[in-house]
Each structure stands twice: as C-alpha cells, then as structure tokens.
C-alpha cells in the first residue's frame, strides 16, 4: 500500500490566496507573463497543431495561447474561481485533481501552479493521462534558488532576534527533481532547463507586496507564530 504523499501546502489556503490576489493580478503578473512569453516561444518551434488544449494558470492570460503558435480550443482551470477573471470555457478544479477525460487532450500548460502541489508526481500522472499518445505537457514551475535571498535574510533575522528558526517560506524542488518526476509520472523523454530571472527591488517591502498581489504568500500546512516586528524590521534590513 502506497502512502499518501507528505501534507506541506494548505491546499484550501492556496485557493485563498489565489482568489485574493485575483482583483488586482493584472498589477502584480509580470512573472507569470514573462513564463508564458518563454512558453509560447517554444511552442512555436514545436511546429504542429494542438487542437484541444487546457491551461491551467491564470485565466486572463489564455488569450496567449493563439493559433499563431498552433492552439485550437483552450480550457482554462484554476483552483479559484477569481483567478479565471472570465475566461471561456473556463472551469475550477485542484491540479491535483483534474477532473479530465482520458486521452482527450494535444496539449496541457501549466503556468506557475504545480509548486504548491502536495503530490507533485500525482498531478504530473493525471496530466499524463488526459493527454493524446502524442500530446504536450509544457509547465513553467519556480525553481530551487527562488526567493533564496530572502530567506537567508529571515533566517539570519530570526536568528538573531528569537534564537531559533522556523519553517516560513515553502521549499522549491531543483531541476533534477523535476526530471526525476516527469519520469516517474510516466512522461516520454522529458526535457527540463533552467530560465533565471533575477529582479532587483531598491525596497525590499517592494518584493513582499508583490508576492501578496501574485498570491504567493506563505501557504505551508504547518502555520507559525506570526514574526515579530523586530524579526521583520531586521529582515528587512539584511536584505536590502
């Protein structure tokens, strides 16, 4: 018997900070535009139609997805109804559970969503399945070194101020991780690189409102007690 794989996102509270973040993404989705600006590049060097396609990621930017790099009929999935923004047809449901027909798709984008996953490798095996024999899975996912300079700038803080250390900002997987994965999840000859982008902010209170407009605030299953002003005013000064 398989064990269920380790709880380390809040799932519901993903879904929270999604919808949340959906009346003002607009502001805030230069990331995720950049991600899909790389994706539809490689798409138009794959050379071949994908009649029937599922994006799942932010729903305003489906419109992305045109038949000048191959795209037919787009579905757009979301956990949160909010983070659709209006896109037809347009459904909601978990990227761990994908409520898809077998077999029914040419092609699945998956834009900055599967970092939250619980079961990764589960979510990559349902993707899989409701693809084409000769379907596409192409997925833009944060890498291992994001955010890495600030949370060397929390742990020194808290550190310093508390003695100790807690879990605060989730773990991002490596490159090689995502290999192993697509091949356990049963994909053919996956292919994974790196595109490193590094944004400098002159305040570092700058880079904590945008990962609250991007929704991207703290979602571990396991909650800490919230950092002290000290903790954050020191943090804040390390990273800067």
Known sequence: MEKSPPQIFNRP?????RARSAAN???????HRRAMED?????????RDFPHALFDGAGELTAMLTPACGVGSVYSMDSAAARLNGASPGFVADSEHMPLRPQSLDLIVSLLTLHTANDFIGALAQARAALKPDGLFIAAVFGGDTL???????????????????ARIAPFAAIQD???ALTRAGFALPVTD???VSITYRDPARLLSDLRGMGETTVLARQQQPLSRAVVKRMLEIFA
Request: no cysteine; hydrophobic share 40%; charged share 35%.
């Open 13 to 17: 509270l993903v879904r929270r900070r």
């Open 148 to 166: 890495q300079n600030l949370r060397g700038a929390l742990y020194t803080a808290e550190t310093e101020i508390t003695g100790g250390v807690a």
């Open 39 to 47: 994706i539809i590049d490689r798409l138009e060097t794959v050379k």
């Open 178 to 180: 995502f290999g192993r």
């Open 25 to 31: 993404f607009s502001d805030f989705d230069f990331l």
């Open 194 to 196: 790196v595109d490193k």
